[in-house]
């Protein structure tokens, strides 16, 4: 199982940001996914996840300025009104289970987002 992300880079303050994130490999269920943050010098912080039953989670840093949706294997995040504390290198994350009796916590390798003022 792996976790690949696209979408990232440099962004102007004011601007919207789009992540996805697709689980590839042989699985069979995807439950939590979704994004966590960490900035320079801070803790890894949570951005916004989504269940398998639809429901969401969001960190205080993005509420109300953020959608986040899934399919089976696949999640897209959009923030909007982007700041410049906002820079920081954007994880994803899963829960899978690869086998109905087997689970575990994946994490995508990271993509670097700049909010320019």
């Known amino acids: 199982v792996q976790l690949v992300a696209t979408g990232g880079g440099l962004v102007q303050a004011g601007g919207s940001l789009e992540l996805s994130c697709a689980v590839s490999g042989s699985f069979f269920r995807v439950n939590v996914i979704g994004w966590y943050r960490q900035a320079p010098g801070k803790q890894r912080e949570l951005v916004a996840t989504?269940?398998?039953?639809?429901s969401t989670n969001s960190g205080d840093s993005v509420k109300d300025r953020f959608f986040i949706s899934r399919d089976r294997s696949t999640v897209l995040l959009h923030v909007d009104r982007l700041t410049p504390e906002g820079t920081a290198v954007y994880y994803c994350d899963a829960d899978v289970e690869a086998t109905i009796t087997s689970k575990r916590d994946y994490w995508g390798q990271g993509t670097q987002v700049t909010v320019s003022s």
């Open positions: 989504v269940s398998s039953g639809g």
